[in-house]
Nanobody
Framework: QVQLVESGGGLVQPGGSLRISCVAS????????MDWYRQAPGKERELVASISRTSGVTNYADSVKGRFTISRDNAKNTVYLQMNSLKPEDTAMYYC???????WGQGTQVTVSS
């Protein structure tokens, strides 16, 4: 079955950086576009970034454009989200998701606070 395991979250100060990862299994990773979502307490889950199957096309939410970078390594079945210039409003649980399958992982918590 489709499995997604996110990792790399933590506590970081405003202006800091963090890279989170998601290892996928149970499907053809290289054939699937991948997305990163986030959900803050009391808010709806929102799409943060997307990447095409071969990394040729990426898209970002306006709120993270210029600060976050999505990438993937198809040989490792892994998608990454590099987050720079972090702000307190980036605090959320971050989830990766296949653009084809409906499964969600457990998420990784990112907290931006001084």
């Amino acid at each position: 079955q489709v499995q997604l395991v996110e990792s790399g979250g933590g506590l970081v100060q405003p202006g800091g950086s963090l890279r989170i990862s998601c290892v996928a299994s149970g499907f053809s990773f290289s054939s699937s576009p991948m997305d990163w979502y986030r959900q803050a307490p009391g808010k709806e889950r929102e799409l943060v970034a997307s990447i095409s199957r071969t990394s040729g096309v990426t898209n970002y939410a306006d709120s993270v454009k210029g600060r976050f970078t999505i990438s993937r390594d198809n040989a490792k079945n892994t998608v990454y989200l590099q987050m720079n210039s972090l702000k307190p409003e980036d605090t959320a649980m971050y989830y990766c998701k296949s653009g084809i399958y409906a499964a969600w992982g457990q998420g990784t918590q990112v907290t931006v606070s001084s």
